[in-house]
C-alpha cells in the first residue's frame, strides 16, 4: 500500500468511529463502542496464524456512564487531532499526543499510559497499526548486525545498507517504523535475538555472526515493536529461522513469549509483530544445572512470575511446564553474561554451537 | 400574748383564686407575652374537647386584636354542644371546677382550672370582665354573660347576664381583655398549627390584627369520644380507696367488682382472701387497718392492664401522616402508633411520627413536636421525657447526624395519650420521667428510624444515579460537537439522548416524504399516563392509531392521543401530511419531558 492509499484508508477508518457515533446520536441512541477485553484471560491461540490474539470477549463502551462518556470524548479529541495530521502530511511522538491533549480540557490526558492506551484501542478499532496514524513510539528500534542487505526510506531519500559492511561497531539502528525498510538480501543462516547488550556485544567481538552466519538483533530488554516487527519480517520475507537468547529468570521468558507468541497489550496486532517460530536457545533452567552457571536465588516476585507463567496460555506446553517447575526446585537464576565464567569465549565456542545443533538450527 | 397566739392571728385559709394570684407561672402565665398563648391553649382544648364529646367537626375561630399599647382583647368561639346558662358562671369564673377531674379517660384539659386562670388573670391585668356566650341549640336563645372571680371566694361574680341573637345554633364564645404584647406571636401560631397536626378533623380559623390564617381540615371523620373506664386497682392509692369506701355500702365483693376496671368476680375473692376479709362485709364498715389490708391485696393481686382501646383515642398512623403532610412540606413521612400499654395502673399509648427533607431546615436541632392528649406541648422542652428519649436514641443508626438531639432536615413527633398523662407541673409542659412511656417512645422512634433508614438510602442510590447521569450530559455536547466536526456535519440534537439518560419522556416528531410520526419514550421508571397534543394543519384522518379527539380551528387541527406507555417502552403514531406545527405533552411534570422536532 502507498503512503497516499494507507493515509487514505486511515484517515477512512478514523472518521468511520465518528460516523457511527453521529449516526446513533442522530437517532436518539447513546453513542458507544465495542472493544475485546484486554486482559491474559481473553487471549487465544489462533491456529491460522499461529499467534495469541484477543478471544472473544468484549466489553462496551457506552457514554451512558460518565467514565464511559468521558473515554468516547477523549477519543473523539484524538480523532480529530489524527484526521487533521494526516491530512497536513504532519507527524507526532506518543509522547507529543500526551502534551497536545493539555489544551484539550475535559478531554486531557491524565497520563502518558492512558493515551498509548488509547492509541491501542484506535488500532484495533480501524485493523490498523499506529504509524499509519502518523504516530511514532518515544522508543528507538534495537540494532541488527550481521550479513543482511536492506533499503531504507530516509528523509534525504533511499539508502541500501549491509549491516555488516555499511555500519559501525554497533550494527544498524532499526528505524521506528519499519515499513520503511525493504530488504534486498542476505547470507545467514538463522536470525538470533540477544537480550542484553553485552552478550550482543560479545558475540559481534567474537565473530559469531560470521562464523555462523547469523543476524544478530539486539532485544534492548523487553523487545519495541519495531524490533518484533523486523524478527517477524526477516523470519517471514526470508524463512530464517529466529532463535531467542536471554537471562535465565522469569522475566527474561516473557520477552521470549512477546517475540513468539505476541504482546498481551498488542494482541490485536499480533500477526504483524510476532514470529511463532521462533526457539528458546536459553539460559534455560537446566543450563543451570548442567554448566554449573554462577547464579542468585529467586526473590518472592520471581516466584510468583514463574508460578503466574504456569497459568499463562502462552508457556502451556510440556517443554515451559518441565523448565518452569525445574527452576522453581532449584530455586535459582542466572545471567545470559554468567557463562563469563568459564572464559570469554565459552558461550560462542561451546554453549551456543552445542545448543543450537542440539536444536537443529546448525 | 403568746408567740403562737400572735401567729395564730395572722393565720387563715387561703383561697385557691388568691393562691394563684401569687403563683401565676404554675397556670402559665408568668409572663404577659406567654398569657396570650396559655389563654388559647386553655380555649381551644376546651373547645376541642366539647366538640369531641358533642361528636361534631370542630370549627374554631380565634381573634386577637389590640385594644391599646400594652392590651389586647382575645375572642374564641366554637362549634361545641354550648353551656348550660346555670354552669357558665362556674366554668368560667370558679377555678378548679370541671366535667373531666373525677373522669377517667383521655382528654385534653383536666381540672378545670385552665380557663377560669386565663379570666382572673384578665381581672387582673386589665379589671375588665370576661364576656361569654353560649347557645346548646336551635331551641333556645344564647346566653350572654360578664364575669369576674372574686379572689377572696373563689366564687364567680356575674356582672350582667342576658339573652341575645346569635348566627350561631350551638357553641361557645368566649372574649377576654389582658395586659399582654404579641412578643410569641411566631410561637402561638406554632401552637396552633402544631394542634391541626394532631386533630387533622378540626378547622381552626386564625385573625391577628388584620392577618387571617386557616389551619384546614383533612378529615371529615369525627374522632371518638374516649369512654371514661373506672380505675384500676393498680393505680389506686390508700386515700382514693377510703374515698371510694366512704361512698358506697355494699358486700365488699359487689363494691371490688363494682369500682373498679378489670376485676371481675374471681379477682374479687382472691383479693379478699389476700386481705384476709370476708367477702359479704359491709365495704363501709372496714376499720383503717382492714382498708390497709385491702390496698395491700389489691396491689399484690395479678389484674389485667385497664381496657386502653375504650378510654384512650389514638390519632392513628394515617391521619398523623396527613396532619404533618397538610402543614409541612416533607419527602418522607411515616407514622406509628404503638399498642396500649400501662403505667401505675395507668392505661397509656405513644404515638409517633418522623419526617424528613422537604422545608425543614436542613441544619441544626431536628424540629420536635410534642404531644400529650393532643395538646402541644411548646414550654420546657429539655425537662421532658419525651425529648430525653429522643436524646436517648442513637440516631446515627439510621443515618441522621445527632448532637445530644438529632440534626439537620428532620422533624419528630411523639404523642402521649393517657388517661392521665403524667405532667412535671400543672402548666403541663413537659412530661415526667416514667420508664415504661420512655420505652414506648423510644420503640416507636427506633420502628420509625428503621424505615427512615432505607428511605434515606434509596434516596441516595437515586442521587448517585442522578449525579452519574449529570455528570454524562455535562460532556455530550463536547462529544456531540466534535464528533460533528470530524465527519463535517452540523452537530445532532442530543436532547433525546439526555431524556434517556436523565431517565424522562421523550416526545419525537419526525416529518419525511409527506409522513408524519410522533413517537414517545418512556425511560421513567414508572408507567405514565399523558395526553399528546399535536397542533398543525394535517388533519390526519388516516392516523395510526386514530387520535381520541381531534378539533378544527380554521385551518389548524388539533389532534390529540390519551397514551400509557410502560418504562422502557415506546408509542408511535404515523399519518400521512406535511408536519410543522408543534407538539405538547400534558399530565406530566414539564421537568420530565423532552419534546424533539426532527422536522426539517
Keep these: ?362 | 400574748m403568746s408567740l403562737a397566739d400572735e401567729l395564730a392571728k395572722q393565720q387563715r385559709s387561703i383561697s385557691v383564686a388568691e393562691f394563684f394570684e401569687r403563683n401565676k407561672h404554675l397556670l402559665g402565665f408568668d409572663s404577659p407575652t406567654r398569657g396570650v398563648i396559655t389563654t388559647v391553649k386553655e380555649a381551644v382544648d376546651n373547645a376541642l374537647d366539647a366538640c369531641e364529646e358533642a361528636g361534631v367537626l370542630p370549627d374554631i375561630y380565634i381573634g386577637i386584636r389590640r385594644q391599646t399599647a400594652d392590651s389586647f382583647r382575645i375572642i374564641v368561639e366554637d362549634n361545641g354542644p354550648g353551656i348550660v346558662p346555670r354552669q357558665i358562671p362556674f366554668v368560667f369564673g370558679k377555678l378548679l371546677y370541671g366535667s373531666r377531674f373525677h373522669q377517667i379517660r383521655q382528654s385534653r384539659g383536666q381540672q378545670g382550672i385552665g380557663i377560669s386562670a386565663a379570666v382572673l388573670y384578665a381581672q387582673l391585668t386589665t379589671g375588665v370582665p370576661t364576656l361569654i356566650i353560649s347557645r346548646t341549640g336551635a331551641d333556645t336563645r344564647a346566653r350572654r354573660l360578664e364575669i369576674l372571680i372574686d379572689i377572696e371566694s373563689n366564687e364567680p361574680r356575674i356582672v350582667s347576664d342576658e339573652e341575645m341573637e346569635w348566627d350561631r345554633t350551638h357553641g361557645t364564645r368566649i372574649q377576654i381583655e389582658f395586659k399582654s404584647s404579641l412578643a410569641s406571636k411566631k410561637r402561638l401560631i406554632e401552637y396552633l398549627k402544631y394542634s391541626s397536626v394532631v386533630n387533622p378533623h378540626a378547622r381552626i380559623r386564625l385573625e391577628l390584627d388584620d392577618e387571617t390564617q386557616l389551619f384546614d381540615r383533612v378529615s371529615d371523620e369525627v374522632i371518638a369520644c374516649p369512654k371514661p373506664i373506672k380505675p384500676h386497682p393498680h393505680g389506686t392509692e390508700i386515700g382514693q380507696l377510703r374515698r371510694m369506701l366512704s361512698h358506697n355500702s355494699s358486700p365488699l365483693q359487689e363494691f371490688l367488682t363494682g369500682s373498679f376496671s378489670r376485676v371481675g368476680k374471681k379477682t374479687a375473692e382472691e383479693v379478699c382472701r389476700k386481705a384476709s376479709l370476708d367477702c359479704t362485709k359491709d365495704s363501709a364498715s372496714l376499720s383503717p387497718d382492714e382498708q390497709k389490708r385491702l390496698i395491700e391485696a389489691l396491689q399484690a393481686t395479678k389484674i389485667p392492664p385497664p381496657p386502653v382501646a375504650v378510654c384512650l383515642s389514638p390519632i392513628g398512623e394515617e391521619l398523623i401522616t396527613r396532619g404533618i403532610e397538610k402543614e409541612f412540606e416533607l419527602d418522607f413521612i411515616r407514622a406509628r402508633t404503638r399498642p396500649g400499654s400501662v403505667y401505675s395502673g395507668q392505661p397509656f399509648l405513644v404515638e409517633a411520627a418522623i419526617g424528613y427533607g422537604g422545608k425543614l431546615p436542613p441544619e441544626g436541632n431536628a424540629t420536635i413536636l410534642r404531644f400529650a392528649n393532643r395538646v402541644p406541648l411548646m414550654y420546657q422542652q429539655g425537662a421532658c421525657a419525651i425529648t430525653q428519649s429522643i436524646a436517648g436514641i442513637n440516631w446515627k443508626t439510621y443515618g441522621i447526624s445527632q448532637s445530644g438531639l438529632p440534626t439537620g432536615p428532620l422533624l419528630v413527633l411523639v404523642h402521649v395519650a393517657s388517661t392521665s398523662v403524667p405532667f412535671t407541673s400543672e402548666s403541663k409542659d413537659a412530661i415526667a420521667s416514667i420508664p415504661e412511656i420512655e420505652k414506648e417512645i423510644v420503640l416507636a422512634l427506633q420502628e420509625l428510624g428503621r424505615d427512615l433508614k432505607l428511605y434515606l438510602s434509596r434516596r441516595d442510590r437515586n442521587r448517585l444515579q442522578e449525579d452519574r447521569a449529570r455528570a454524562v450530559c455535562a460532556i455530550l455536547p463536547d462529544l456531540a460537537e466534535k464528533v460533528a466536526e470530524i465527519v463535517e456535519e452540523t452537530p445532532p440534537d442530543i436532547s433525546p439522548i439526555e431524556g434517556r439518560i436523565m431517565r424522562k419522556l421523550v416526545a419525537r416528531k419526525r416529518t419525511r416524504k409527506g409522513s408524519v410520526s410522533l413517537e414517545i419514550s418512556n425511560y421513567t421508571q414508572n408507567r405514565v399516563d399523558v395526553a399528546l397534543y399535536d397542533l398543525s394543519g394535517d388533519e390526519a384522518s388516516d392516523a395510526v392509531p386514530a387520535p381520541d379527539f381531534t378539533t378544527r380551528m380554521e385551518d389548524e387541527f388539533t389532534k390529540v392521543w390519551k397514551i400509557s406507555i410502560d418504562p422502557t417502552h415506546s408509542w408511535v403514531a404515523r399519518y400521512s401530511g406535511q408536519g410543522g406545527g408543534a407538539i405538547e405533552l400534558r399530565g406530566m411534570d414539564p421537568r420530565d419531558v423532552v419534546v424533539v422536532d426532527l422536522d426539517e
Design chain 1, 1 to 362: 500500500m502507498s503512503k497516499k492509499e494507507t493515509d487514505h484508508e486511515a484517515t477512512r477508518k478514523l472518521v468511520g468511529i465518528a460516523r457511527a457515533w453521529y449516526d446513533q446520536m442522530v437517532t436518539g441512541l447513546v453513542p458507544s463502542i465495542s472493544l475485546p477485553t484486554r486482559t491474559k484471560q481473553n487471549i487465544a491461540y489462533d491456529d491460522e496464524s499461529e499467534v495469541w490474539k484477543y478471544g472473544d470477549k468484549e466489553s462496551i463502551r457506552s457514554a451512558g456512564s460518565a467514565k464511559s462518556a468521558l473515554h468516547l470524548l477523549k477519543m473523539s479529541f484524538v480523532i480529530w487531532f489524527l484526521k487533521k495530521q494526516i491530512a497536513e502530511n504532519r507527524s507526532s511522538t506518543l509522547r507529543e499526543l500526551y502534551y497536545i491533549s493539555e489544551g484539550w480540557k475535559k478531554a486531557k490526558f491524565q497520563a502518558q499510559d492512558e493515551s498509548n492506551f488509547l492509541i491501542e484501542d484506535l488500532e484495533i478499532l480501524t485493523d490498523m497499526q499506529r504509524e499509519a496514524f502518523h504516530l511514532r513510539p518515544e522508543e528507538d528500534g534495537a540494532t541488527i548486525f550481521g550479513p543482511l542487505k536492506l533499503r531504507e526510506a530516509t528523509r534525504r531519500g533511499s539508502r541500501d545498507i549491509h549491516c555488516q559492511d555499511d555500519v559501525g561497531e554497533a550494527g544498524y539502528q532499526i528505524p521506528t517504523n519499519v515499513e520503511n525498510i525493504e530488504f534486498l538480501s542476505h547470507d545467514a543462516r538463522f536470525v538470533i535475538a540477544i537480550e542484553t547488550g553485552g552478550m550482543y556485544a560479545r558475540l559481534i567481538e567474537n565473530g559469531f555472526d560470521s562464523q555462523h552466519s547469523a543476524i544478530l538483533v539486539h532485544l534492548k530488554g523487553q523487545p519495541a515493536r519495531s524490533t518484533r516487527r523486523i524478527l517477524n519480517r526477516i523470519n517471514d520475507q526470508f524463512g530464517l529461522p529466529v532463535v531467542v537468547f536471554t537471562d535465565g529468570d522469569p522475566w527474561s521468558y516473557r520477552i521470549y513469549a512477546s517475540v513468539a507468541y505476541g504482546a498481551i497489550k498488542s494482541a490485536h496486532i499480533s500477526e504483524l509483530l510476532a514470529t511463532p517460530k521462533a526457539q528458546f536457545v536459553g539460559v534455560q533452567p537446566s543450563d543451570i544445572r548442567d554448566y554449573n552457571l554462577p547464579s542468585d536465588k529467586l526473590t518472592e516476585k520471581d516466584v510468583a512470575a514463574l508460578r503466574s507463567e504456569l497459568t499463562d496460555p502462552r508457556f502451556c506446553s510440556p517443554y515451559w511446564k518441565e523448565q518452569i517447575e525445574l527452576q522453581l526446585a532449584l530455586n535459582l537464576k542466572s545471567e545470559q553474561q554468567a557463562f563469563a565464567a568459564r572464559g570469554l569465549d565459552f558461550v560462542t565456542r561451546e554453549y551456543l554451537p552445542a545448543r543450537l545443533s542440539a536444536m537443529g538450527i546448525i
